[in-house]
């Protein structure tokens, strides 16, 4: 018995060696290739399908696949729809495994083709460490360590077989059965590779130490399993990473669904067609297969769906923040809608730069998630305006709106300019704290105090706005910082401010005025938008005065 638990630990460490091999061997062989095919090749449901199904026969890892969509997703490479269309090929490609076992590791004598390979690919190694004819010798010594595991789990069982009370280990019945889905479950969960669980079984079936209906049952748990390598990749992750993830467990879960709806005939199979008995791990290759397929193309039709419903899901606040309220791709098609879109787009998006600057400059210690949110969400929406700017047919464009653009870029590019100050403002913001408890710090304060002032002035909105008059302002609040920011070096010479502490904090207090500068730039340059949109800003003027267009007054609500 102990020579057969070691054999059993020794294959298996052997498997998941192999598969690791393989994994990282062809990732690093292929180079960019993984990134240019899920990128370039997801256009339609059924081509997401088919290169997830292809890479994952490749790399014999539907976790390293789905964790590589789950990356091009929050990099803007895939929208969810492509994605779940590649998790459903990697659930495919997946079943790869059962086949490579079934036709290869049961039928030629392992000895005769594994070693070779792995003597190939060591020799492809050695030559090539550092290059991509090494990382594919890697791979190869991997399909190589693959089946020499597979043939040490064969004999482990095959030894289990002798010594095990097999009636015991078969179940009598659906509800039986049911109970190797907990346990093939169990095995992914803990080995983190629906390849080793399905392998396990598969060696465990063909010697004999466990039935067929076990087996399918344990099929139908990987199948759950491989779903916790997801779970656990998105663990503090973005709302993107935990919408595929979900997206992966609805997948499989349907998928272990339909397969326990088949099971009956399973157990029942058996006993009218002897094939399955005379070839078991063929017949469960082929069972895990069918179900996993017949689940993929019940879903496609749904996706579109799926996709609609995860993406209403797991919304944080960068993201409700970061959707745009005015520009769509209605109004992109009429050149006159879509430079009313962008002017109110604009002016919202001002004002949630205002805001979140006042509330980052009167932030304590480390930003707060709420503060960082409102950080990704405007840049989101900075993103998207430019975006939206180059996705505009300019030859149908007339030359007074062509003109514009170059503004409504500037004006973009200002709030992520301000945004980026607000949240450097923020983040050095303890040494700035240390000198307000020092004798300069009413000095400080009233610095402060003027910024926050300032900004408050950089709304286009108030009734008594002038361009000139902010510029002007602005020009003062540069003599309040010169005037600072001598009386404080010369506490520092004078010994009464440490120079550590005040180089940061100099820092910190001139990034408050790139922050003030970049919030007149904003309300100076959409002043100047506006006059180039009259009928809309016109209407936005009389709502303000109406009271019925207030700014928002509370960026962190939800």
Request: charged residues 15%; negative net charge; contains cysteine.
């Amino acid at each position: 018995m102990l020579i057969a638990l070691g054999t059993l630990a020794g294959g298996l460490g052997l498997f998941l060696l192999a598969v690791s091999m393989i994994t990282d061997g062809l990732k690093l062989a292929a180079g960019g290739a993984l990134r240019d095919i899920l990128g370039r090749s997801t256009a339609t449901i059924w081509r997401g399908i088919f290169s997830g199904a292809l890479l994952t026969s490749l790399v014999q890892s539907s976790s390293a696949v789905t964790v590589a969509t789950i990356g091009f997703v929050n990099a803007g490479l895939l929208n969810i729809q492509q994605a779940l269309g590649v998790v459903l090929g990697a659930t495919v490609g997946t079943t790869m495994t059962g086949w490579l076992v079934s036709m290869v590791g049961f039928q030629f004598s392992i000895t005769a083709f594994a070693l070779p390979l792995v003597g190939a690919g060591m020799v492809l190694r050695l030559v090539g460490p550092s290059r991509r004819l090494g990382a594919l010798g890697e791979a190869i010594a991997g399909f190589g360590l693959f089946f020499i595991g597979i043939d040490f789990l064969r004999g482990a069982f095959e030894g289990f077989a002798q010594t095990m009370d097999l009636a015991s280990l078969s179940p009598e019945g659906f509800a039986s059965a049911v109970i190797f889905v907990g346990v093939g479950f169990a095995m992914t969960l803990l080995t983190q590779s629906s390849s080793a669980a399905i392998a396990i079984t598969l060696t465990a079936l063909t010697g004999g130490v466990i039935s067929f209906p076990a087996a399918a049952a344990a099929a139908i748990g990987a199948t759950v399993g491989t779903t916790s390598t997801s779970a656990l990749a998105v663990i503090g992750a973005t709302s993107n990473a935990r919408r595929v993830a979900a997206g992966h467990v609805i997948i499989n879960g349907f998928n272990a669904v339909l397969g326990i709806m088949l099971l009956p005939v399973v157990i029942w199979l058996p006993s009218v067609w002897a094939g399955m008995q005379q070839y078991p791990a063929f017949s469960l290759a082929l069972f895990h297969t069918s179900f996993n397929v017949l689940g993929v193309l019940l879903l496609i039709p749904l996706m579109k769906h799926v996709s609609v419903w995860l993406e209403r899901r797991f919304v944080v606040l960068s993201e409700t923040l970061g959707r745009p309220q005015y520009l769509d791709s209605n109004v992109m098609v009429s050149p006159t809608l879509a430079m009313d879109a962008f002017f109110l787009e604009l002016k919202r998006m001002a004002d949630l730069t205002r805001l979140h600057a006042v509330d980052a400059l009167n932030s304590e210690g480390a930003p707060a998630p709420e503060l960082l949110a409102q950080h990704d969400g405007i840049l989101q929406l900075v993103r998207y305006v430019e975006k939206s700017v180059t996705d505009l047919e300019k030859e149908r464009l007339g030359t007074d709106v062509a003109m514009q653009l170059p503004m409504i870029l500037r004006i973009a590019n200002y709030i992520d300019d301000a945004v980026v100050h607000a949240q450097s403002s923020a983040e050095t913001d303890a040494d700035v704290e240390y000198l307000l408890h020092t004798e300069d710090g009413e000095r400080i304060l009233a610095y402060r105090a003027a910024v926050l002032k300032h900004l408050a002035h950089c709304n286009p909105d108030r009734p008594d706005f002038s361009p000139d008059e902010v510029d002007e302002a602005y020009q003062a609040l540069r003599v309040t910082w010169r005037d600072l920011k001598t009386e404080l070096l010369n506490a520092s010479v004078r010994g009464r401010l440490p120079v550590q502490r005040l180089n940061p904090a100099i820092d910190s207090l001139r990034m408050m005025l790139r922050l003030a500068e970049r919030a007149t730039r904003i309300a100076v340059r959409l002043t100047e938008l506006g006059r180039a949109v009259p009928a809309v800003a016109g209407k936005v003027a009389a709502d303000v005065a109406a009271g019925t267009n207030e700014p928002t007054s509370a960026i962190g609500a939800d």
